[in-house]
């Protein structure tokens, strides 16, 4: 089945820093994955997504992710962070039907002045 | 136009009492998902409805867990003698197909604590 580890329960950086969140997929199938936000007291709104066209994913709020398959990896980055990228941030892959999505545990970001 | 809505969006029960969480799509969506998210946890897959009908509910702790949707709209998660681990953040969702090239909306969630 397929499952997902993101590395980093907590990750922190200095606002205009490198935001780098680790993802490893496990999948028998082409996968797609998925980068969702979680604000706070909020649902989750999607970020991104890889479905087997262009490797370099390109999302919302400057936001980026790129499927390396050899790696089994799909880590997001943003080039410089923002105050308002503190949030959870869920890495999930699924076979090609939303009822077999499985997310993973989150990391959450917090970002320093 | 409207989101994913769900109330309450704060619930707290007392051990052993019933309690029903309620999703509304949004309008045209035939597909429905429940989510569960415990504290530090990620999001843990319960139960989708197409339609109306929910093929697979292997994914609901126990069978004091239940759902139904009705005229393809509204649903409702209904927790029986609740217990304390019943306690977490639940979230529905919501998308135009079950196909995972379409985009799933999610509602802001209902925040169960049982006592």
């Known amino acids: 089945a397929q499952s997902v580890t993101q590395l980093g329960s907590h990750v922190s950086v200095s606002e205009g820093a490198l935001v780098l969140l680790r993802c490893n997929y496990s999948s028998s199938v082409p996968p797609y994955l998925f980068w969702y936000v979680q604000y706070p007291n909020q649902g989750l709104q999607l970020l991104l997504k890889?479905?087997?066209?262009?490797?370099l994913v390109k999302g919302i709020n400057g936001f980026e992710a790129e499927f390396k398959k050899s790696e089994t990896s799909f880590h997001l980055t943003k080039p410089s962070a923002h105050m308002s990228d503190a949030a959870e941030y869920f890495c999930a892959v699924s076979e090609g039907m939303f009822n077999d999505m499985r997310f993973g545990a989150g990391t959450r970001l917090t970002v320093k002045p | 136009g409207a989101g994913v809505s769900q109330s309450p969006s704060n619930k707290v029960t007392e051990k052993g009492k019933d309690v029903e969480l309620r999703c509304d799509p949004i309008s045209g969506h035939t597909a429905l998902y429940w989510y569960r998210q415990s504290l530090g946890q990620g999001l843990e897959f319960l139960i989708y409805f197409q339609g109306n009908s929910a093929p697979d509910k292997s994914g609901l702790p126990s069978d004091r867990f239940s759902a139904e949707r009705t005229g393809g709209s509204v649903s409702t998660l209904t927790i029986q003698r609740t217990q304390q681990e019943d306690s977490a953040v639940y979230l529905c969702a919501s998308s135009l197909g079950l196909a995972a090239s379409y985009e799933q909306f999610f509602g802001p969630g209902t925040r169960l604590t049982v006592l």
């Open positions: 890889y479905t087997s066209a262009a490797t």
